[in-house]
């Protein structure tokens, strides 16, 4: 496991999204101050963050969009392409399939597995969903690192253990179960309720 905080990981994926906006309007330099508007972090974070992954501005002319996307990518080590596969074709899951593959082209879903005979040799927004009997094999044969797991809680668990067992050691887990899996294994807990419990907090003058 990398021991760099999260919260400074969080904030330079948020750099590079917004560097790869700008770059797709052919924007070429920005400023610390323009970046941390648009990523919504204080200025002098976003110097401090830029400055910890060896990369300095000018002052004339601020960053280098290009420069600094590739400098931000390369501390985050995204290989060429990451494959992950998603266990779960319900709603959120279909959902997910539909927004994943159109954002970084570094990281595709690949594969899809269900237990409803219905979903199951189907393809959803261009994924085929495979039967979840047959995850452990496919986990193996192509050497899948990361998953995602859009299952029922009740079900969570077992997939969880199982396809770690076969190879994964990356979970992004949308269900409400804490998984319990070995200290290497490094799990995203995700929940959107979160979110809205904090915004609805702050709007009510807490
Ligand atoms: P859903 O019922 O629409 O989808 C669940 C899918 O999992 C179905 O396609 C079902 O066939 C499949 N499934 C069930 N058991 C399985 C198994 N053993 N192996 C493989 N596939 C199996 O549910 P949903 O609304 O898409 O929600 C999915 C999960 O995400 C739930 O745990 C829900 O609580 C959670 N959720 C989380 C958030 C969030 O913000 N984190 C938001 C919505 C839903």
Same mark, same amino acid.
Not at 116 to 142: L, P, R
């Given at each position: ?11 330079? %994926? ?64 995204? @290989? ?24 970084? @082209? ?45 299952? @029922? ?5 077992? %997939? ?15 269900? @409400? ?30």
């Amino acid at each position: 496991m990398k021991s760099i905080a999260e919260n400074t990981i969080n904030r330079l %994926i948020v750099y590079k999204k917004e560097l790869g906006r700008l770059l797709k309007d052919s924007v070429s330099n920005v400023y610390s101050h323009k970046l941390a508007q648009l990523s919504g972090f204080p200025s002098h974070l976003v110097r401090r963050d830029l400055m910890n992954v060896g990369y300095y501005g000018s002052p004339a002319h601020g960053y280098k969009v290009n420069e600094l996307e590739k400098c931000i990518s390369d501390f985050l080590c995204t @290989p060429d392409y990451v494959r992950v596969i998603l266990i779960g074709v319900g709603n959120l899951g279909r959902a997910i399939l539909d927004y994943c593959n159109q954002q970084n @082209p570094k990281i595709s879903i690949i594969a899809a597995f269900d237990s409803d005979k219905n979903k199951v040799n189907k393809i959803y927004h261009g994924i085929y969903t495979f039967h979840i009997g047959s995850v452990q094999n496919y986990i193996k044969e192509n050497d899948i690192k990361v998953a995602i797991i859009t299952v @029922p809680g009740s079900e969570a668990q077992k %997939i969880a253990s199982e396809i770690v067992e076969s190879g994964v050691n990356g979970i992004v887990n949308f269900t @409400p179960v804490r998984l319990q899996l070995p200290d290497d294994v490094y799990i995203e807990n995700l929940d959107m309720m979160l979110g809205l419990e904090k915004v609805v907090y702050f709007v009510d003058g807490g």
